[in-house]
């Protein structure tokens, strides 16, 4: 499959059961983050965001949550199903007005 | 009606070869960039471009040039290929430089394998 030879942190969960997929941002000056999606052969899609004078934003059976005191975003995926299968990014708005991304997780969903 | 469009979707060529890479968006942004996905999946900026002027050059070889013939398209050349430079382009647009508050819509990427 796709994650052979990969070495990203993989989640899995069962199918129905929450999904809290992690990031740890580097910057402390970054007021701009994106989660983003990746299915197999595509291209990230983007899922949510959050500026940085917000700690939690919700979506449809998405939740993002900031912690600026220890640098770390989260996203929830409430009822977790196959179709969320994917790598996850989150990505930060630098001073460079760059978008740096994130390592990537795994999130495998298990029927 | 795809929101990000680029061409070739697969492209297998030999070192030393001259290749592009084509990208269009119909979603009226002004910003559009390239980022390179290495096997680790891990993805990284390479340019930007808004309103046709190079934003963001994140020391990227020369080899590689990009060139935008108007807002819509942003076209990505490599010279002299690499082994190296095996990986997966993806072409991207905003709205604004400043991605804040403005989501950068990506393609489906282009999967670049020298040999």
């Known amino acids: 499959g796709e994650s052979v030879g990969l070495h990203l942190p993989t989640l899995s969960v069962q199918e129905g059961d929450n999904s809290i997929i992690n990031c740890a941002y580097s910057?402390?000056?970054?007021?701009?983050f994106i989660w983003y999606k990746q299915e197999s052969g595509k291209g990230p899609q983007f899922i949510i965001d959050?500026?940085?004078?917000?700690d939690k934003r919700q979506g449809q059976r998405v939740t993002v949550l900031l912690n600026k005191t220890v640098k770390h975003l989260s996203l929830q995926i409430a009822a977790t199903q196959p179709g969320d299968s994917a790598v996850y990014f989150c990505?930060?708005?630098?001073?460079?007005?760059?978008?740096?991304f994130g390592a990537g997780t795994i999130l495998r969903v298990k029927s | 009606d795809t929101a990000v469009s680029q061409t070739p979707k697969y492209l297998v060529t030999q070192m030393g070869n001259d290749k592009s890479i084509k990208c269009e968006q119909n979603?009226?942004?002004?910003?559009m960039y390239w980022y390179k996905q290495d096997s680790k999946k891990f993805l990284k900026i390479m340019f930007s471009?808004?309103?046709?002027?190079?934003?963001i050059n994140e020391t990227v070889p020369n080899r590689f040039s990009p060139k935008s013939p108007d807002k819509a398209h942003l076209n990505l050349h490599i010279n002299s290929l690499e082994l190296g430079d095996s990986a997966v382009y993806f072409c991207?647009?905003?709205?604004?430089?400043?991605?804040?508050?403005?989501?950068?819509?990506f393609g489906e990427g282009s999967w670049l394998t020298v040999v």
């Open positions: 991207a647009s905003s709205h604004a430089v400043s991605p804040s508050g403005n989501t950068i819509y």
């Open positions: 979603l009226g942004h002004d910003t």
């Open positions: 990505a930060e708005k630098t001073s460079g007005n760059k978008l740096v």
């Open positions: 910057n402390s000056a970054s007021d701009y």
């Open positions: 959050i500026r940085s004078n917000m």
């Open positions: 471009y808004n309103n046709k002027e190079l934003i």
